[in-house]
């Protein structure tokens, strides 16, 4: 059976490139022996982006000794004797190379465009644009929403409240009423369920609202909570004698 490295049957080897330029590349590269310099570095070119005019290659043992400079573009790359587990090293030459000074690895050595708000605000089919007029066609929720949603409703709902939160029946204890900075607008109620049946420990988005155990915390709309005369249930009574 052919291994990764060797083909049954085939001469070819696979040699490990680098690149004086570029660090961080190195690729696995399968060659026949009987490709000449030139075809390798026709090869290497698309992969590295070195001209061939400007590539020179240097052969590496499989102990980092270096063994020969293929100097000679007329011969094939058998005649230097690569093995399995070489590197071929290529050198750019070229000052000017498009893989010289570290910005193919480096994008803080990019040049970045810049262009002033006044100026994006004069250009037509921009992101801004699009998403302005997009938010025209289709305001978002929250936009429709105001500081006093659902105010009316938290006039009988007090801290210290017994209450019962829908859907689901959940039991508990009202821990806050009032506008929630990190949540949507409008009003909410913090709610100290007497299961962990919540979210959280009364902290939600970074802000602290109410105190409790984790996992018994909720925050829901007042039209979720009923208060009234709800005790806490008993989880071993019986529903039927």
Not at 2 to 24: E, F, M, P, W, Y
Not at 149 to 161: F, P, Q, S
């Amino acid at each position: 059976m052919a291994s990764r490295l060797q083909i049954q049957g085939d001469d070819s080897v696979v040699l490990r490139v680098t690149h004086s330029n570029i660090k961080s590349f190195s690729s696995d590269v399968r060659f026949s022996p009987q490709m000449t310099v030139e075809a390798v570095k026709e090869k290497l070119w698309k992969k590295c982006g070195t001209s061939v005019d400007s590539m020179s290659l240097e052969l590496y043992d499989d102990m980092g000794d270096k063994v020969s400079v293929l100097g000679d573009n007329t011969r094939p790359i058998g005649y230097y004797s690569p093995q399995n587990g070489f590197r071929m090293h290529v050198i750019d030459l070229d000052p000017s190379s498009v893989t010289s000074g570290g910005w193919l690895e480096d994008t803080s050595l990019v040049e970045k465009y810049k262009i002033t708000d006044e100026a994006y605000d004069k250009l037509d089919g921009t992101y801004k644009k699009f998403k302005e007029k997009l938010g025209h066609r289709y305001p978002t929720q929250e936009s429709k929403i105001s500081d006093s949603y659902m105010e009316e409703l938290c006039a009988n709902i007090k801290v210290g409240d017994r209450c019962q939160v829908e859907p689901g029946e959940k039991r508990g204890v009202v821990k806050f009423v009032g506008r929630a900075e990190t949540l949507a607008p409008g009003f909410w109620i913090g709610v100290q369920y007497d299961e962990p049946l919540g979210k959280h420990d009364g902290m939600v988005k970074g802000k602290r609202y109410f105190e409790c155990p984790p996992l018994f915390g909720g925050m829901v709309r007042p039209d979720k909570v009923k208060v009234g005369d709800f005790p806490e249930q008993d989880p071993f009574e019986e529903e039927e004698i």
